[in-house]
């Protein structure tokens, strides 16, 4: 897959899922602009690649808003950046709900609507991918505010494809299973979980960054010209077994 003369904006570039894609998609010619908060992690990621980077916290809209018109124009949105915080139901706290939904849901809305205003005013076409999670699908332990925030995110992309799809945008998401990432230590480092989970995978092995990048890749490129609206599971068979 070659994305030579492809500009890509990927959000939350600065570890794990978003680092290893942003790294993948320069390999394979792109020019890329990473959106993420930790100005180290873009500092690391910009010596590697070469890439422009925002330091920005996309729980705040405005901020958001600014620091994609500022990425823009591109030709293809990896919506990737996502956080998660632990509580059982009767103890979710409502500032959890609302920092899970503005980063995992909301700031995925503003990034898209200013990348898809800008591809319909220059009359191209374009491509995005969201990073969800199987947690879109199933009721996870602990993670309500997550699992909501990811089905939401689903039920906004399906949107999106029917009303971007005949301004010539497609939109898909990709749905990881557990992915070996700092994401991963915080969520399932209880060891009794994870030997769980990972007895529920058919393949025998959680995900690495780069089996999800290798989708989310596929997914931008022409090779996946009829692959429209979306939530892809990459789960190593978790949703079947
Ligand atoms: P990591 O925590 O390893 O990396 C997330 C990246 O997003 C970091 O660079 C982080 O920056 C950035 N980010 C998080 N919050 C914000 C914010 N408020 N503003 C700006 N940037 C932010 O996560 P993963 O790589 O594991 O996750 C990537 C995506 O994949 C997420 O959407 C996640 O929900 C999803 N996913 C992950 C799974 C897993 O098991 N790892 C499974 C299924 C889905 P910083 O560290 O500076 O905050």
């Known amino acids: 897959m070659d994305f030579t003369g492809k500009h890509v904006v990927v959000t939350g570039a600065g570890k794990g899922i978003g680092r290893a894609t942003a790294v993948m998609l320069a390999r394979r010619g792109a020019t890329v602009t990473a959106l993420s908060r930790s100005e180290a992690d873009l500092a ?3 010596e590697e690649i070469g890439c422009r980077t925002f330091a920005v916290d996309l729980a705040d809209p405005e901020a958001t808003r ?5 990425a823009l124009p591109a030709d293809l949105l990896v ?5 998660t915080e632990l509580d059982s139901f009767l103890d979710l706290p409502v500032e959890n ?15 898209a609507q200013e990348y898809a205003r800008s591809i319909v005013e220059r009359g191209v076409k374009g491509a995005l991918v969201n990073v969800s999670s199987v947690s879109a699908f199933v009721g996870f332990r602990d993670h309500a505010a997550y699992c909501a925030s990811k089905a ?3 039920g906004l992309m399906r949107v ?5 799809g005949p301004m010539g945008i497609r939109v898909n998401a990709v749905n990881p299973t557990v992915t070996l990432t700092p994401m991963a230590i915080k969520a ?7 030997a769980s989970m990972l007895s529920r ?16 890749l596929f997914l931008l490129s022409d090779a996946a010209a009829m692959v429209h609206g979306v939530s892809l599971p990459v789960d190593g068979g978790y949703m079947i077994a």
């Open 97 to 111: 709900m609302d920092l899970l939904y503005a980063v995992n849901t909301r700031s995925p809305m503003i990034v």
């Open 79 to 83: 919506n990737n950046a996502g956080t």
């Open 201 to 216: 995978i058919p393949v025998g092995r959680f995900a690495e960054p780069d089996d999800i990048a290798e989708v989310i």
């Open 44 to 46: 690391n990621l910009a």
């Open 66 to 70: 600014a620091a994609i018109r500022a």
């Open 188 to 194: 399932w480092s209880d060891e009794k979980k994870a």
């Open 152 to 154: 939401g995110l689903d």
């Open 160 to 164: 999106m494809a029917v009303e971007l």
